[in-house]
């Protein structure tokens, strides 16, 4: 919807849960570059993070879910982002989805 005042246009756009919780994301994404973390938002409802070895992937998720808005982080799997290193060393990419349920 908009509507038009003089030669401005004023634009109203509804902003749904899901918009609100990518827009938190990607403003965490900044936080978390600063420790050496990414934050990346999926097409499919779920969201990356790529972090070194020594930090917990699913502390991460969490902190990333509640700073989103939302209770936890759910689905989470760690893999090593070169497959060729032993599990647990170099760079790590963490996929999760946020949830808003308690349990």
Do not use: W
């Not at 070169?82 to 949830?99: H, I, V």
């Amino acid at each position: 919807m908009h509507t038009v005042r003089g030669n401005v246009i004023v634009l109203a756009i509804a902003v749904n849960r899901e918009q609100r919780m990518q827009r938190a994301l990607i403003i965490i994404v900044c936080g978390f570059a600063a420790a050496c973390a990414t934050v990346k938002i999926n097409h499919d409802g779920t969201n990356t993070i790529t972090h070194a070895s020594e930090a917990n992937g699913k502390q991460l998720a969490d902190r990333a879910c509640k700073d989103a808005g939302e209770h936890s982080a759910i689905d989470v799997v760690t893999i090593n982002k070169d497959a060729s290193l032993p599990p647990g060393t170099g760079r790590q990419t963490t996929t999760f989805r946020c949830s808003s349920d308690p349990h």
